[in-house]
């Protein structure tokens, strides 16, 4: 049994349940990545315990759970209930305790650092709240950053970038230094980041937590911008009305998923 998240909402379990029944989804196309609608991330039975003095902390307990390609979740929930652990196993930072996590067909429970430092260049993009721009950096270096990891030849990068740039809105900030941008010009650029490796998963930590509102709705239409291209999109936050761009939200309590919520 797997907690299948789809655009067509499965009538909600009773609260012990949180497990809803998985539907096959179609093959991969002819370009070896998902088609719309299969499976993008499985997670079976997933686990994570920190040990801490003589107490070993539970931070997840057992999540099943499948996204599909181009869909858009929240994940919520009080403080310690695991939603930013869930982030971190889902952006292959940190590897499960316990059970099965695969990655656009990959299983990367046991994989070591340099195998997950690859799969996150190849199949990820992250937005972090801080933007974690190098502020050393012009705007058109920090987003060639992950392609020079990569491997990336000068020209193709310098090209990349100015794309993704455009993409955002920024074509025109290229030699602008972080510090001499708005925040909201900041997080698109981390945006741009994430998008230049062309990743099919979007993992984003509170994007609008430093934004005022005005500017945050602005990054959060250009996220649903993006869903609507394909793809896929997760993000933690603890603002329901940010958590309503999404097409569903997970609830997860004490490292369990409580509950499931879309709107189809």
Not at 18 to 31: E, K, Y
Not at 98 to 123: A, F
Not at 234 to 262: C, F, N, P, S, Y
Request: aromatic residues 4%; hydrophobic residues 35%; proline residues 6%.
């Amino acid at each position: 049994m797997t907690t299948q998240l789809t655009d067509t909402v499965t009538p909600q379990p009773p609260p012990t349940a949180t497990r809803a029944q998985a539907a096959s989804g179609p093959a991969a196309g002819d370009d070896g990545r998902p088609a719309p609608g299969s499976p993008v991330i499985v997670l079976e039975d997933v686990h994570k315990h920190y040990p801490m003095g003589d107490q070993v902390v539970r931070a997840l307990a057992g999540v099943t759970l499948e996204v599909r390609r181009a869909q858009f979740w929240a994940i919520m929930g009080p403080s310690g209930s695991g939603k930013s652990t869930m982030l971190n196993l889902l952006g292959c930072l940190d590897r499960p305790t316990s059970g099965r996590y695969v990655l656009n067909g990959h299983d990367v429970s046991d994989m070591t650092d340099d195998q997950l430092s690859e799969i996150r260049l190849r199949e990820l993009g992250f937005i972090f709240q801080s933007f974690n721009l190098i502020p050393q950096l012009t705007v058109q270096e920090n987003i060639e950053l992950p392609l020079y990891y990569q491997g990336w030849s000068a020209a193709a990068s310098r090209e990349r970038a100015q794309q993704t740039a455009e993409r955002v809105g920024l074509g025109d900030r290229l030699g602008h230094r972080p510090a001499e941008l708005s925040g909201g010009q900041q997080q698109r650029v981390a945006v741009a980041r994430a998008l230049a490796s062309d990743p099919q998963v979007l993992l984003a930590d509170e994007p609008t937590g430093n934004l005022d509102t005005a500017t945050g709705q602005r990054m959060m239409q250009l996220l649903s911008d993006l869903n609507t291209q394909g793809k896929t999109i997760i993000l933690v936050t603890h603002e329901a009305e940010i958590a309503r761009w999404a097409h569903g939200q997970i609830h997860m309590r004490d490292g369990k998923i409580e509950r499931i919520e879309g709107n189809g």
